[in-house]
């Protein structure tokens, strides 16, 4: 074998290994889950709400569709309208913050908050468990995930953590 086989034999070979390469990591990018955070809780005449963070660094936008709760052997949905959080009266001016709902869009490589409510929620604990379980439909696909309750907001922190939201009207 000559010098110039050896060297277009390596250098092939190299090509089929970075071609493998990226062919491996780009799979892996495409089919990356999302991450789902819960950063508070707040509970308050039947209605539940929860701020999530939705993480997505797949190559690919994800939608989220569908959210329940499970407690008790029940199985409850979260809203398909904004739910008023809060409202205050600013110079004479009413202002409101309303949630988040379902579908969220999660582009490629980002993430985003939203504010999940569910409500009229029947027989809910009082206290709230220590522990929650929500079902979230991620493009088709359903993921059960369980969040430990421990940040629970007072009705004065809701307030506060909602008024980023606040709009007039």
Not at 81 to 105: C, E, Q, R, T, W
Request: net charge positive; aromatic share 16%; hydrophobic share 45%.
């Amino acid at each position: 074998m000559s010098i110039y086989e050896i060297i277009t034999v390596t250098i092939s070979a190299i090509a089929l290994a970075l071609s493998l390469y990226a062919a491996i990591s780009a799979y892996y990018e495409k089919h990356l889950k999302a991450k789902i955070y819960a950063l508070w809780f707040f509970y308050f005449n039947k209605q539940l709400n929860v701020n999530f963070i939705f993480s997505n660094m797949s190559s690919r936008p994800k939608t989220i569709t569908k959210i329940w709760i499970k407690y008790d052997d029940k199985v409850a949905e979260s809203t398909w309208y904004h739910a008023k959080l809060s409202d205050k009266n600013i110079n004479g001016k009413m202002f409101y913050s309303f949630s988040d709902m379902v579908p969220v869009n999660i582009p490629s490589r980002s993430s985003c908050q939203a504010i999940i409510s569910f409500t009229y929620l029947k027989d809910f604990p009082s206290p709230m468990p220590e522990k929650l379980t929500f079902v979230f439909q991620i493009d088709g696909s359903k993921v059960e995930k369980t969040f430990n309750t421990t940040k629970q907001l007072t009705i004065d922190e809701q307030v506060i953590a909602a008024e980023y939201k606040l709009m007039p009207f």
